[in-house]
């Protein structure tokens, strides 16, 4: 799934780059670059990375420096990297363990309820 996710980061062209930095994921507007660090990345946030490149979330203050409760566009990333995951899980036949999904798919664990809040929409879009 890594490697899909860097395919769609080159779709909407940009770039792609390890950097070992303690942070799973940053996007570099100016670059152009999604930078990654390759002990800790995971499909979420390189799906999270990939809606604020998609939403155009520029000067946006980032998620690790302990203002992300503060941004709008933090919470619409998290939100919404979730919701994409559950459904491509969902396509692949995957059971509804929300511990499951959050460590297939590397979500943190302070979004634990939002996970369980998409879990319990999932009757909204299982058909």
Request: glycine share 4%; hydrophobic share 35%.
């Given at each position: ?6 395919r ?19 996007t570099?507007?100016?670059r152009k ?9 995971t499909?979420?946030y ?9 939403e155009?979330?520029?000067h ?10 503060r941004n ?10 979730i ?11 995957g059971?509804f363990?929300y ?5 297939i ?5 302070h ?5 369980i809040?998409?879990?319990?929409d999932?009757?909204l879009?299982?058909?």
């Amino acid at each position: 799934m890594i490697n899909d996710l860097f395919r769609e980061i080159n779709e909407l062209d940009y770039d792609y780059a390890p950097v070992p930095m303690g942070t799973p994921a940053l996007t570099s507007w100016e670059r152009k670059l999604v930078m990654y660090d390759p002990d800790s990345v995971t499909p979420y946030y390189l799906t999270h990375e990939i809606i604020h490149i998609e939403e155009k979330h520029h000067h946006r203050l980032q998620s690790f420096n302990g203002n992300d409760e503060r941004n709008p566009n933090e919470r619409d990333a998290e939100d919404e990297a979730i919701h994409r995951l559950m459904q491509h899980h969902l396509n692949l036949s995957g059971k509804f363990n929300y511990v499951d999904f959050m460590m297939i798919y590397g979500v943190p664990a302070h979004l634990e309820q939002s996970v369980i809040r998409e879990m319990s929409d999932i009757n909204l879009y299982v058909v």
